[in-house]
């Protein structure tokens, strides 16, 4: 079956700490996302991609960082510059980024300060 | 810049009854506007969309039309059930998609046997 894959589930960080969250897609889509979605406060634009090599920041790209080595791969940083990194993210994947397309949902990742 | 805007909740019904979810949006042009909805520790599921005025999108016995003399996409569902449980999100996109969706905060609605 085709979807995007998010691990690790559940992950921690220590202080001074950077964790990569991974998200990989099978759907061949060209766009990819990461959200940040917080108690009562929605979702959250990270970075964009709409193709490989290339990437955008979004609303909240402060203390992440990104890459898009390969069309199915789009890895999220949490670096130690990020003070409130507990949330939980989302990936997700478009076919080509036009306003008509849905994003497709990965199951998220939560992370949690040690 | 654009924004969206739905109720509060915890919205509690009694199963079988009517539902009504708000949703109102704040845009440049013409968005496209979808509906997703999350089931606990999960990623989000895309319930409907529509992609010009006057489209109605529906899914599961779910309806939603969009409104742009009022700038509504308010979701509806005429018989819930308890497995209707869940927490709704509603979307916009604009400016060619490639820049993320726009959501609401999300309302938790809560189905009651």
């Known amino acids: 079956d085709g979807g995007i894959t998010q691990s690790p589930k559940y992950l921690f960080r220590k202080e001074g700490q950077n964790v990569t969250l991974s998200c990989e897609q099978n759907l061949n889509h060209d766009a990819m996302y990461w959200y940040r979605q917080d108690p009562g406060q929605g979702l959250r634009l990270i970075y964009y991609?709409?193709?490989?090599?290339?990437?955008q920041k979004g609303d909240i790209a402060e203390g992440y960082s990104v890459s898009r080595e390969k069309k199915e791969s789009f890895p999220l940083t949490v670096t130690s510059a990020q003070k409130n990194p507990t949330a939980f993210y989302l990936c997700?994947?478009?076919?080509?980024?036009?306003?008509?397309?849905?994003?497709?949902f990965g199951d998220g990742t939560r992370l949690s300060i040690l | 810049g654009n924004s969206v805007t739905q109720m509060e909740g915890p919205v509690t019904l009694s199963e079988e009854a009517f539902l009504t979810i708000n949703c109102t949006y704040t845009?440049?042009?013409?968005?496209?506007l979808f509906w997703y909805v999350q089931y606990p520790g999960e990623g989000l599921q895309l319930l409907l969309k529509?992609?010009?005025?006057?489209d109605k999108g529906s899914n599961k016995g779910f309806e939603a039309t969009y409104r742009k003399e009022t700038t509504s996409f308010h979701l509806e569902k005429g018989s819930v059930q308890v497995s209707d449980s869940a927490v709704y999100f509603c979307?916009?996109?604009?400016?060619?998609?490639?820049?993320?969706?726009?959501f609401g905060k999300g309302t938790h609605l809560i189905i009651q046997p």
């Open positions: 845009a440049t042009g013409y968005p496209s």
């Open positions: 991609s709409q193709i490989v090599n290339d990437f």
């Open positions: 997700a994947s478009s076919t080509d980024g036009h306003s008509n397309q849905p994003q497709h």
């Open positions: 529509a992609t010009k005025a006057d």
């Open positions: 979307a916009l996109s604009s400016g060619g998609g490639a820049d993320g969706l726009t």
